[in-house]
Nanobody
Framework: QVQLVESGGGLVQAGGSLRLSCAAS????????MGWFRQAPGKEREFVAA????????YYADSVKGRFTISRDNAKNAVYLQMNSLIPEDTAIYYC????????????????WGQGTQVTVSS
C-alpha cells in the first residue's frame, strides 16, 4: 500500500515557476515508478511526466517537455515536479501517482493516487 500527499500548488503568473512535491508512505517506494497527471475543468485526466523506480529514466508529455522536470529522492520517499515557463493552459489539478516498477502514460495503469493540488496560471 502506498499513500501519496501532494503539496506546492498555487496561483502564479504566466512565465512563472512552481515546484510540486509528493510525499509517499511505505518502505518500498524505490520499487515504484512515479507519475504526475493533471486534470483541467471539463477535460480528461492527462499524463504530464513520469520517472522510473530508480530515477534513471524520465518521460514527459510533449506539451511540457523542456519546461517541466520530474525528479525523485528515494531516501526521502519523495517525488517532485519543477514547472517553469508556466502558461495558462497548465492550469489544472495535479495528481501524484505510483505504479509498481514500470511507468505508464495511461492513468488506468496506476493504482495509487494522491488527493491532488491545484495549479492556477494567470495570464
Amino acid at each position: 500500500q502506498v499513500q501519496l500527499v501532494e503539496s506546492g500548488g498555487g496561483l502564479v503568473q504566466a512565465g512563472g515557476s512552481l515546484r510540486l512535491s509528493c510525499a509517499a508512505s511505505g518502505r518500498t517506494f524505490s520499487s515504484y515508478a512515479m507519475g504526475w497527471f493533471r486534470q483541467a475543468p471539463g477535460k480528461e485526466r492527462e499524463f504530464v511526466a513520469a520517472i522510473s523506480a530508480s530515477g534513471g529514466s524520465t518521460y514527459y508529455a510533449d506539451s511540457v517537455k523542456g519546461r517541466f522536470t520530474i525528479s525523485r529522492d528515494n531516501a526521502k520517499n519523495a517525488v517532485y515536479l519543477q514547472m517553469n515557463s508556466l502558461i495558462p493552459e497548465d492550469t489544472a489539478i495535479y495528481y501524484c501517482t505510483a505504479r509498481f516498477f514500470f511507468y505508464s502514460e495511461n492513468a488506468d495503469q496506476y493504482a495509487y493516487w494522491g488527493q491532488g493540488t491545484q495549479v492556477t496560471v494567470s495570464s
